[in-house]
């Protein structure tokens, strides 16, 4: 794990009119590291991750990225540095194959205008197998033929077969089996071993004490206290998302 951070936000607030969702957050996370940020509803992990993603840009605050600060005015600006979302809903067309879905806007063409299906096909194999994805049939199966696990593997890897340095992934375990969440866990130790940053955002505690090595708990859009993992319990962990000591009470004026 690298020491310095891969990405560092410093300060960043952001507010939708006379509601503070973020209040001077500040949020890192290390090459070859799992952050986990988890907090209760509310409590900004959202509205932090779609500011990274160039939804909602911050309101003020600095972003550094490998080093040097840079701007983030949308997703392109995301996509361009190497950070990819990996969102609950997945985002996969369940009519289209894996191949295609891995693809979907960004389509391999060989001339005169026709798709290279074969290097399409071979460069999926590639990155599944990087992660070690052997669960697959076929990289020909529709993805609404998979189960909810393959689903995640593939949205994964969609997320780092394009060059990128950092993967956030929202709640990725959520409404799966016990097998299934197996297999995702798995794989986000990979990303990991890959020398990738990993954000997880998890409501779970077993996953996030499974796979985190640090912990950022997030209470009502502030950051009330960041945890090694090895060093905490589940029970600290949940005493500050319920609990934990905030810089500003919401609905007080700024001091």
Known sequence: MAETPLLELKGVSKNFGAVQALYKVDFEVR??????????NGAGKSTLIKGIAGIYPFNEGKIY???QEVKINGPK?????????????????DNLDVVANMFLGREMIQAPLR?????????CIETLDSLSVST???????????????RQAIA??????WNSKLVILDEPTAALGVAQTRQVLDLVHRLAEKGLAVVLISHNMHDVFEVADRIMVLRLGQRVDILERRA??????????????????PGMAEA
């Open 31 to 40: 090459t070859g590291e799992v952050m986990a940020l988890v907090g209760d």
């Open 115 to 123: 798709l290279d299906e074969l290097a399409m096909e071979q460069k």
């Open 77 to 93: 600006d995301t996509s361009a540095l190497g950070i990819e979302i990996v969102y609950q809903d997945l985002a996969l067309a």
């Open 156 to 161: 994964v890897a969609k997320a780092v077969m």
């Open 136 to 150: 697959l049939r076929s990289v020909r199966q529709a993805v609404a033929e998979l189960s909810g696990g393959q």
């Open 65 to 67: 990225f490998d080093g």
């Open 232 to 249: 905490t319990t589940q029970q600290e962990v949940v005493h500050a998302i319920t609990a934990g000591e905030l810089n500003l009470v």
